[in-house]
């Protein structure tokens, strides 16, 4: 399978698990059985009252800063802080406090990087992580690591936010690659959890109603990633689960993409997403594959 192939099965993967986990972002699992028995369908509603189909601020802020990454050439910080003020500005679906607070931080100082803090150990830098992972594709780790930080440290400039952000992008690359899932388990995930307890999710509680806090997120995230077979399974775990779904959906999916390929990707899930959402992000992802060459 062709590595321009698999990511663009990771981007599309990201905005399919992101509308798909929208409908049931902040419900518990008891409610999600309730009302939906098991969610599985690209049906839009939740508490943003999106079309179905339509994304949220986990694929658009992808999206900005894949832009801003492919008319710099490169990662840039100020270009990323840029891409995403100007998204901000155009008034997205939802965003997240600490991306708020940053983001006006930047428009009063020009500063593209937020304090250091180890309370923003949010999911916000980690949901966006993927053109990143793309664009530097076959480059040295290092300067992997320095882009990866980069266009985190604008919202999210915290150690445990780096350790996520940067364990995805490794995952995502060596699933271009065509690594296994054994693999991205025993070099990434496995090393994440010994080097930060909270990162664990062997032999602990199944993670319910996940947090916007990383660990929580990226518990559940694995959780699912390597316990089902297929990209529908993973999916359709992961969002039942209720909590941050809408980011969890949009992590796993872009994992499973990578790792399954388009072919694994549900027909009636593409045609339900937002067709120009789709686009772009095919778009992107074959454009970013092409920058990293």
Same mark, same amino acid.
């Given at each position: ?26 419900? &518990? ?23 179905? /189909? ?8 992808? &999206? ?17 802080? /840029? ?207 092409? &920058?990293?060459?």
């Amino acid at each position: 399978m062709r590595t321009a192939d698999r990511a663009a099965a990771a981007y599309l993967g990201l905005a399919i698990g992101d509308a798909l986990g929208a409908t049931v972002e902040f419900m &518990l699992p008891q409610e999600i059985a309730a009302r939906h028995g098991v969610h599985d369908k690209l049906i839009g509603g939740g508490w943003l009252h999106l079309k179905p /189909g339509q994304v949220t601020d986990d694929t658009t802020m992808s &999206l900005a800063l894949g832009d801003s990454i492919l008319a710099q050439g490169k990662v840039d910080a100020l270009a990323a802080a /840029g891409a995403f003020d100007t998204w901000m500005h155009a008034k997205p679906v939802d965003i997240g406090n600490t991306v708020r607070r940053n983001l006006l931080q930047f428009r009063k100082t020009g500063i593209p990087e937020a304090p250091y803090s180890d309370h923003d150990a949010g999911n916000g830098a980690a949901m966006r992580v993927l053109p990143v992972a793309l664009a530097t594709f076959g480059q040295p780790e290092d300067a992997v690591r320095a882009a990866s930080r980069a266009q985190a440290h604008v919202t999210h400039n915290c150690v445990m936010s780096d350790a996520a952000c940067e364990t995805l992008v490794f995952m995502v690359q060596d699933a271009l690659r065509g690594a296994g899932k054994n693999d991205l388990l025993h070099d990434h995930a496995h090393p994440l959890a010994a080097r930060f307890p909270e990162f664990r999710f062997r032999a602990v509680k199944p993670s319910r109603n996940p947090s916007g806090y990383v660990a929580d997120t990226l518990k559940a995230v694995f959780q699912s990633f390597f316990d089902t077979d297929d990209f529908r399974d993973c999916l359709i775990d992961v969002v039942n689960r209720g909590g941050d779904a809408d980011t969890t959906g949009a992590i796993a999916g872009m994992l499973a993409g990578a790792l399954y390929g388009p072919e694994e990707i549900p027909e009636a899930w593409l045609k339900r997403l937002d067709t120009v959402t789709a686009g772009a992000c095919a778009m992107q992802a074959r454009a970013l594959i092409q &920058l990293s060459k």
